[in-house]
């Protein structure tokens, strides 16, 4: 008769979750914002995102195939929510050989290079979008216009930008900014969206909402204090941090991408601590920078802080006082 009292090594507790699972559910999160950004920009929409997604896909396999030799990953889904996520970095009138480009230094580059997922330190997706950006300055900040007639004196201008030319935020209209009537990145358009993929990452427990509302919030004092310091009319104090949790990337990379799982910190008070970096660098980046939006930087910088986090902001060994 077996002993029931020997037990196997650790870990214990298990789960339905896999790679694969929690992949696709980040997939289906993100589809709200693909459609806002389908209907205000175009079925273009819908061409540069599959090429990105392809082109990641592909670059994955062959680095897998005749360089790494190792198992393929391609089912894992990484690969597609790096190529989704670098698409919604990017402007709907981009050229496709930027798309390609980008993709190559995400996967190649930021991915592979580090052994694959879970081993990259810096989240691809956005090392390939700040590569374009650097790289392609030009075409990464040209944005197809939209009827918004707050932006009328800066056409394709995104908010971010034109309040950095001097628009008053509360000069944009709110719903403009949930909805996603707005020149910008195709992920960063709809608020709403967004919000509606939080939601169900949230109930599918793919994340906690740690630092997705640790980065906003910290975005909004910061914005508050910028404005009390200002010296601004009542309603600016609140208008102004609404408008930077609204505008840019704050939603799209605070939910999807600084929530990364092998570039984040692995215990609650280290994700308290990143998080605040993250919206605090961002506010300085778009307050004080040279560009008009600063979360894909910011993020990448404490991703960089993530293995000291993880090292020095440990929860107490069971018996030790």
Same mark, same amino acid.
């Given at each position: ?52 997604? *392809? ?12 360089? +790494? ?17 670098? #698409? /919604? ?16 230094? $995400?996967? *190649? ?25 650097? #790289?392609?300055? +030009?075409?990464?900040?040209?944005f197809p216009a939209? @009827?918004?007639? *707050? ?11 034109? +309040?950095?030319?001097?628009?008053? #935020?509360? +000069? ?38 740690h630092i997705p ?6 975005? @909004? ?7 009390? $310091? ?9 208008? /102004? ?5 609204? *505008?840019?990337? @704050? ?46 930087f910011a993020i ?22």
């Open positions: 008769m077996a002993n029931k009292l020997i037990v196997s090594p650790s870990p214990h507790v298990q789960s339905m979750q896999s790679t694969a699972s929690i992949m696709r559910d980040v997939v289906i999160a993100l589809i709200p914002a693909l459609v806002v950004s389908t209907v205000v920009f175009g079925v273009n929409v819908l061409g540069l995102t599959a090429l990105s997604v *392809a082109a990641c896909v592909l670059f994955e396999y062959l680095i897998q195939r005749f360089l +790494v030799k190792g198992s393929c990953t391609i089912c894992n889904w990484s690969a597609v929510v790096t190529g989704v996520l670098l #698409a /919604f970095n990017l402007p709907a009138s981009i050229p496709w050989w930027i798309v390609v480009i980008g993709a190559f230094v $995400a996967i *190649a580059v930021a991915k592979m290079t580090f052994g694959g997922l879970g081993k990259n330190p810096f989240n691809p997706a956005l090392v390939g979008r700040v590569f374009l950006l650097i #790289a392609y300055p +030009v075409q990464m900040t040209t939209v @009827a918004n007639p *707050a932006l009328d004196a800066l056409s394709g201008a995104t908010p971010l930008a034109a +309040v950095k030319h001097g628009v008053e #935020a509360g +000069v944009l209209p709110v719903q403009d900014l949930l909805l996603g009537n707005m020149p910008g990145s195709l992920g960063e358009v709809s608020a709403v969206a967004l919000l509606v993929g939080f939601a169900y990452l949230l109930w599918r427990r793919v994340i906690t909402w509302v640790t980065v906003l919030a910290t975005m @909004a004092l910061f914005a508050f204090c910028v404005a009390l $310091a200002r010296g601004g009319e009542a309603s600016l104090l609140w208008q /102004f941090p609404l408008f930077h949790l609204l *505008a840019g990337g @704050a939603l799209l990379g605070s939910i999807f991408m600084a929530t990364d799982y092998a570039t984040s910190p692995m215990t609650v008070k280290g994700a308290v601590i990143y998080a605040v970096g993250i919206g605090a660098i961002t506010m300085c980046i778009r307050l004080w920078g040279a560009y008009p939006e600063g979360m894909s990448l910088i404490m991703n960089s802080v993530t293995p000291l986090l993880n090292k020095y902001v440990k929860p107490k060994r069971f018996g030790v006082k």
